[in-house]
Every structure is written in structure tokens, then in C-alpha cells.
């Protein structure tokens, strides 16, 4: 399995405070990817990166930004965490974007937002 | 727009064969994947098609109709740790993963 980590596992917090997720990978992967996941929808894609520095919006990007500073490390940031925030955050890293090149995916990260 | 349709909940008995369905609709396709989930855990790769056909791994298979926009996995010789949700995903022209919500499947003794 790809060495994926993820921090922290789990967080509370209020509405209106920012909030940074960590993820930190191991396999040199290219590719980093951050998902939402929630009941009844399927993984939403966040925001992904294809290089240090280079990152891209995904189909749910509002409200959160990101930065890639180093191959290993992707940070997503909520600005200003609101209670439609809350959910399951997935990061995911790939070798190679599309192709049979698959995702492999982090512990994931529980976010609450009173 | 782009879709991905499967079954929300599925129940079968232990040590017998389940078919978990998905159709989907894309902006161009570059193939189809399977992912594994059990309940608080990550997402695990299961299976990838590109092109028509059925490939097998072990007591999984995943089947593509590229024709028809749907593909289904088939779990042989059920387990209960085969009790988990089973993500749908289609890589769009973009080489974007478009994901089904899963199928949560329940085997029962």
C-alpha cells in the first residue's frame, strides 16, 4: 500500500475559524488529489495538484484553498469553515494522472463544524 | 452532465454471487474502476476496465460495455468481509474520476 498519512484524523472547530488538513506521502507520487465525501454523493473532487506549485480547482472548490510546497506534502485550507464544511476529507495521490494508474487514498480526515 | 448511477444498498447471503451495477454518463471516456470501502476506512483500488469485457481477479470480476455505458462487479464465494460499499468511478476525457455515491453491501450469514 501507498504510504499515505493524514492530519489530523479528526477535528472539531466553529464556524468562521480556518482550518488546515495535512497530507503527507511517501511514494514520490506526482499527482495529489483532496475529496469531500459525503452521504448519498459520491467522492467530490476539491482541488488537486499535478506539481510543486501547480494546482487546479475541482468540481467543489469554493471556500477552500490549497498549497503544494514540496512533492510529499498537500495542504488544504478552509478560509472560513462553515457547517456545510462538515464531512469526511479524503487525500489521494497517483503516480500518473487517468490511465490504469489508480488513486491511493489517505485515513481520511472527520471534520465537525458547529 | 456527467453521471455515475449504482444501487444504493445491496444484501446477499454468505458464500453466494452478487452483481453490483453502475451505468454512467461522461464527457468522454477513458475507463472504468472499482474501489473498495469499508465503513471508516479509505478507499481501495478493486478494478480497472478500459476496454469491453470481463476481467477477473480472484473471486472478483468487473465487466465493461463501453457500448452501453455500464459495467458491473461480480463478487463469487461472498464472505462477511466482503461486507463494505463499492465505489463506481469513470475517468472522464479530462482524466477527471467521476464517482458513483457506492453500494453499500450486506452479506448476512
Known amino acids: 500500500d501507498a504510504g499515505i498519512t493524514q492530519s489530523p484524523r479528526h477535528k472539531v472547530t466553529e464556524t468562521g475559524t480556518p482550518v488546515t488538513l495535512r497530507c503527507h506521502q511517501t511514494e514520490n507520487h506526482r499527482y495529489m488529489y483532496w475529496y469531500r465525501q459525503d452521504p448519498g454523493h459520491g467522492l467530490r473532487l476539491i482541488h488537486y495538484?499535478?506539481?510543486?506549485?501547480?494546482?487546479d480547482k475541482g468540481e467543489v472548490s469554493d471556500g477552500y484553498s490549497v498549497s503544494r510546497s514540496k512533492t510529499e506534502d498537500f495542504l488544504l485550507t478552509l478560509e472560513s469553515a462553515t457547517s456545510s464544511q462538515t464531512s469526511v476529507y479524503f487525500c489521494a495521490s497517483s503516480y500518473v494522472s487517468g490511465g490504469p494508474e489508480t488513486q491511493y487514498f489517505g485515513p481520511g480526515t472527520r471534520l465537525l463544524v458547529l | 452532465g456527467q453521471n455515475i448511477d449504482q444501487p444504493t444498498e445491496m444484501t446477499a447471503t454468505e458464500g453466494a454471487i452478487v452483481q453490483i451495477n453502475c451505468t454512467y454518463q461522461t464527457s468522454g471516456f477513458n475507463g472504468l474502476f472499482w474501489y473498495q470501502q469499508h465503513a471508516g476506512e479509505a478507499p481501495t483500488f478493486l478494478s480497472y476496465n478500459v476496454l469491453d469485457g470481463l476481467e477477473e481477479k480472484g473471486r472478483f470480476s468487473s465487466f465493461l460495455s463501453r457500448s452501453k455505458g455500464y459495467s458491473y462487479l461480480l463478487l463469487k464465494e461472498l464472505q462477511m468481509k466482503d461486507s463494505a460499499s463499492y465505489l463506481c468511478a469513470a475517468l472522464d476525457s479530462n482524466y477527471q474520476l467521476i464517482w458513483g455515491a457506492g453500494t453499500k453491501l450486506i452479506i448476512k450469514p
Open positions: 495538484s499535478y506539481g510543486v506549485k501547480d494546482t
